[in-house]
């Protein structure tokens, strides 16, 4: 399976700290100022990709879970493997941010 | 849980069992917070979207996870996998193929022409939705399976006296039916309705309950969700049982489902009572459909009414539901004539309260829907929405029938082509068939989302129920196959006439016809009939639709006589287990005397009951000198309640002759009253009532001290009915309503009054709150919902009418464009032309309206009953509503017509 556009913004969503599901969704929704809404079953089975993939991985009861969250959810965090991904994904995606600006510096100034 | 939370719940089970158990409570909890963050005023379009969406997603999801479910398990495992979506049954192969084909190909024409496809998806989806969404409100109520053990054993045991039929027993009548039965009646049981008090700090949950004899479980034959029902155990010495049953609903909203709850203790008007049990899901309630929140044994009937003398002590006070089961073999003429003979017994033994017209009467629980009583309005309403609402879906149909006859014209050529070239037109009317089956489908799965809005958005609704009560809605497995049912019926009621039409074997004169459909237009075409039906139909709604408006106008115009000024409602016990009668009295008159010094009241009264109650009647027993009492009777039976002297000017009823109460009326005087004008009008006709004596139903005497002016007492359109008021001062109550005129906002001021109760007293009971406005407008809910839903249909009608017609109109432009061009370029002028076009569309629409007109005449006699205020034949409706459709019409027509006169009559000429 290709990379997805959402796997990258729950990774980015992850990267800010720890968090369950409805939180991911939330803070998904504001990075990209609502232009992308996860419904559940895309937001949970993409969860579950990233978990395979090693990317993500549950917490345990306690490790570092923070105090404050809903006791009946799972808690995810970013895995080494996944910061890494992320980090690659953005590098790729400065490549072609690159590359765009400079094709449009040259479409604008004839 | 909110019909969309359970359509949401079930939709899960779709995915695979590890990722549900594994996922199942965090996706909900996401359907939760996305829900929450809607909002509950979001109108069921919006919401229907929503649903939607969310079902979209989780099917795209599937493929997905069935494929991860079948690979190898992540821990160790292994074992070959079958490929997961490529097994198919061998030999229906072809079938399987074609149907694929067809389906594509349908799917690809949709897109092509994606106005036609939005408009005819928009309409199948509001016609298939409103349907589905009446038929679960409707078989909610008329198609509940009983939950209770043999149900057609079961029978229910009420009263009939008077106007009024099928009232609940009083209790010593139960206990009475209960002695006198046991020959014919295996089991017997009772319940009747309290309300409890949940002090959350700083606000009072208001809790309906039911109370129930502890033999009413084992007579229906139910047992609980959890822990145990309420048992003959529970009923045995008044006062002595703290116990208490959880509605279903209740525990799932306070306790979130929590299994623990069961030896907890809930407190209800200040008394604790230890959680035994949680109610089924199913159990109806004693008046079915109506939930409770909580069930306690009927001997604490005392402690949750919190009244001064027994509750359960009182011929007089009938309000409980009597439920029976028969022994085998007791056939139901039996068990009447056992009834018949108690009812001879009581009338010897009580003359007081069965008078000749009082008797028993039977009635099987399977015959009920929700109270025999109201279910002579349920029916024929329900009946009513439904019609009203299929005709809303025919409308729908036949516009997009129109639409696809139409568009089979324009297919003509390339059908008689492949007719000609050998298709089989068993093909052709397959392929087309199902090129309408996936157009039905498609909006039959929009029909089911705008439902499930359409329901969460009732739910959300504040309607004005008594206490805190509120529906329970939701679509069953039966709504769903209706809505299938609909979606299958529209799918071939409105593709198959096209269908068959446009492949007519009949191919030569298609084939040879060159030109784009010249020729003189046919006048009575399918397609002309269909737009005809359409304008008649919607033109009956919107009469309707008038109608119910103009009724619900003239019942918001009636003046109830009293409450005109801002005013808020405070009802409030004073507890009789911490104040007798006299520290009572002082109370209530501190209270009133801290209330008038508030700056945010302009006056205060209290009174025991306020007119227009819907859910009690106070009623007093009395006769006047030298008038006899109706036929049959001891007594006249008088609406009456009892009031301290500031109650007059709080609720602004002027008093026109005699004296207001003051304190000569303490306990010990002579007893006083102040009647209403109806009151002197009827017993003393042209003589002056003040000063005159009346007898109460125990032969004491009172006199008339005041004549107040006449306010309605039960409903706004009743003829004027006597009443009597009694000074709180001799006459008390526990039970009572602060009537408060505010200065500014009545709101500010019930807030102001409700402190200052707590102050004086902080376990003092509100039972409610309420501004006079919502106090009124409870009379005018039925009127409103009637005005409300009829006028929704019927834009909706006009709407899909008005598309009909420019359709119509549009369709036969685009046709005769060459026609058109000869005109012009032979000199007709573009005005003559445009007028011709419209003309022939409004002749449609005229003759679209006189049926109509017709129809609605002969249905607005049937609607009759339920108006108030407004002829059947109400002129101003039936001279507006035509207008307005026929101006409607004229607009839809003239739009595409004007495109008629910007023909370029070369380019038209040219064109073929």
């Given amino acids: 399976m290709a990379f997805k556009k959402h796997w990258y913004h729950i990774l980015l969503a992850l990267a800010e700290g720890p968090a369950h599901g409805a939180e991911i969704r939330r803070r998904v929704h504001s990075h990209t100022g609502g232009s992308l809404e996860l419904y559940p079953a895309m937001l949970y089975g993409s969860l579950e990709d990233l978990l395979e993939r090693g990317w993500v991985r549950e917490l345990e009861e306690g490790s570092g879970r923070p105090a404050q969250g809903s006791d009946r959810s799972r808690y995810l965090a970013l895995t080494p493997a996944g910061r890494e991904i992320l980090a690659a994904e953005t590098e790729a995606f400065q490549e072609v941010v690159r590359i765009a600006r400079s094709l449009l510096a040259r479409e604008v100034s004839p | 849980m909110s019909p969309g939370r359970r359509f949401y719940a079930r939709l899960l089970r779709l995915l695979p069992a590890e990722f549900r158990e594994r996922r199942g409570p965090d996706m909900l909890a996401t359907f939760d917070d996305m829900r929450g963050e809607l909002g509950p005023g979001a109108g069921p379009l919006r919401l229907g979207a929503f649903y939607l969406r969310l079902t979209v997603d989780l099917l795209r999801r599937i493929g997905p996870e069935r494929a991860r479910a079948a690979r190898p398990a992540r821990v160790g495992g292994g074992g070959i996998g079958v490929a997961p979506g490529r097994l198919r049954g061998e030999g229906s192969g072809l079938l399987l193929d074609t149907l694929g084909r067809d389906v594509r190909y349908a799917f690809r024409r949709m897109a092509r022409s994606p106005g036609f496809t939005t408009i005819a998806l928009l309409s199948l989806a509001v016609g298939i939705g409103a349907n589905t969404a009446v038929f679960a409100l409707v078989e909610d109520f008329l198609f509940r399976d009983l939950p209770y053990r043999a149900p057609e054993e079961l029978v229910e045991v009420y009263l009939e006296q008077d106007a009024f039929p099928f009232s609940p027993l009083s209790y010593p009548d139960y206990l009475d039916v209960r002695e006198g039965t046991g020959e014919v009646f295996s089991e017997i049981g009772m319940g009747g309705y309290g309300f409890g008090q949940v002090d959350k700090g700083d606000q009072v949950m208001n809790l309906l309950g039911e109370m129930v004899s502890g033999s009413y479980f084992p007579t229906l034959g139910m047992g609980a969700a959890l822990g145990r029902t309420l048992l003959p155990e529970d009923d045995l010495s008044p006062g002595a049982h703290h116990v208490v049953m959880l509605g279903h609903g209740f525990w799932e909203r306070e306790y979130a489902a929590d299994p623990g709850v069961i030896g907890r203790t809930l407190v209800l008007n200040g008394h604790g009572y230890a959680i035994v049990g949680v109610a089924a899901e199913d159990y109806p309630g004693t008046v079915q459909g109506v939930p409770v929140d909580f069930i306690v044994p009927i001997a604490m009937a005392k402690q949750i009414m919190q009244m001064t003398g027994d509750p359960l002590a009182s011929r007089g006070s009938q309000s409980y539901f009597v439920k029976a089961r028969l022994r085998p073999g007791v056939a139901l003429e039996q068990a009447r004539f056992a009834l018949a003979g108690i009812a001879a017994d009581l009338k010897e033994r009580y003359p007081d309260h069965w008078d000749d017209h009082r008797s028993f009467i039977l009635v099987p629980t399977r015959d009920v829907i929700m109270n025999p009583a109201l279910d002579r309005v349920i029916l024929p309403a329900a009946v009513l929405a439904l019609v009203l609402v299929g005709v809303v879906l025919l409308i729908a149909c036949s516009n997009l029938a129109s639409f696809l006859l139409a568009r089979g014209m324009d297919r003509r ?70 809505g299938l049912a609909v979606t299958g019926a529209t799918g071939l009621l409105f593709g198959l006439a096209p269908a068959l039409q446009s492949t007519n074997p009949d191919v030569a004169p298609t084939l040879k016809d060159e030109s784009t459909g010249g020729g003189r237009p046919r006048r009575f075409t399918l397609r002309n009939t269909l737009v005809a039906g359409q304008v008649a139909a919607s033109l009956v709604l919107l009469v309707f639709a008038g109608l119910f408006l103009r009724s619900f106008q003239a019942r ?94 709080a609720a602004g009823i002027p008093l026109l002759r005699g004296r207001n109460f003051d304190d000569r009326d303490e306990v010990d005087a002579p007893r006083v009253a102040i009647v209403n004008e109806v009151f002197a009008e009827r ?230």
């Fill in chain 2, 413 to 482: 050529k390339e059908i008689a082509m492949r007719l000609a070239l050998g298709a089989r037109r068993a093909a052709l009317v397959r392929q087309l068939i199902t090129e309408t089956a996936v157009l039905a489908l498609v909006g039959g799965v929009l029909g089911m989302g705008v439902s499930l809005g359409l329901l969460d958005y009732l739910m959300a609704l504040d309607l004005p129920l008594p206490g805190d009560m509120r529906l329970e809605l939701g679509m069953t497995g039966r709504a769903y196959l209706f």
């Fill in chain 2, 556 to 649: 918001g115009a009636v003046d109830p006589g009293f409450g005109r000024e801002p005013t808020g409602l405070l009802s409030f016990v004073v507890s009789s287990e911490r104040y007798d009668q006299e520290a009572g009295r002082v109370f209530v008159r501190e209270y009133l005397d801290r209330l008038a010094r508030l700056p945010e009241v302009a006056a205060a009264g209290m009174t025991g009951n306020l007119h227009l109650t819907t859910t009690t009647t106070n009623t007093m027993d009395l006769n006047v000198d030298g008038v006899e009492p109706p036929q049959g009777r001891r007594a006249w039976e008088v609406d009456q309640t009892e009031v301290e002297p500031g109650f007059f000017g």
């Fill in chain 2, 683 to 912: 017993f003393w006709p042209g003589e002056e009532a003040v000063g005159k004596t009346l007898r109460t139903g125990g032969g004491e005497e009172v006199e008339v001290v005041g004549v107040a002016r006449a306010t309605k007492v039960r409903t706004l359109g009743e003829v004027p009915r006597p009443f009597i008021y009694t000074p709180f001062s001799q006459d008390y109550s526990a039970f009572l309503t602060a009537v408060i005129r505010a200065r500014g906002e009545p709101e500010v001021a019930l807030r102001a009054a409700f402190r200052t109760l707590r102050e004086m007293d902080p376990e003092a009971v509100v039972v409610e709150t309420r501004t006079m406005d919502q106090h009124l407008g409870i009379m005018l809910m039925p009127a409103r919902l009637g005005a409300l839903l009829s006028a929704t249909f019927a834009l909706v009608a006009l709407a899909l009418a008005t598309i009909g017609l420019y359709g119509v109109v549009s369709y036969a432009v685009a046709r005769r464009t060459r026609e058109m061009g000869i005109r012009m370029s032979l000199g007709a002028a573009p005005g003559a032309v445009v007028r011709q076009v419209v003309r022939e569309g409004m002749t449609l629409a005229c003759a679209g309206a006189a049926v109509g007109l017709l129809l609605a005449l002969a249905g607005a006699q049937v609607l009759r009953s339920l108006l108030f205020g407004v002829g059947a034949v109400d002129p101003l409706t039936f001279a507006t509503v035509p207008a307005l459709l026929l101006a409607v019409a004229l607009a839809a027509a003239w739009v595409p017509a004007r495109r008629a006169s910007r023909i370029d009559p070369v380019r038209a000429l040219k064109a073929e």
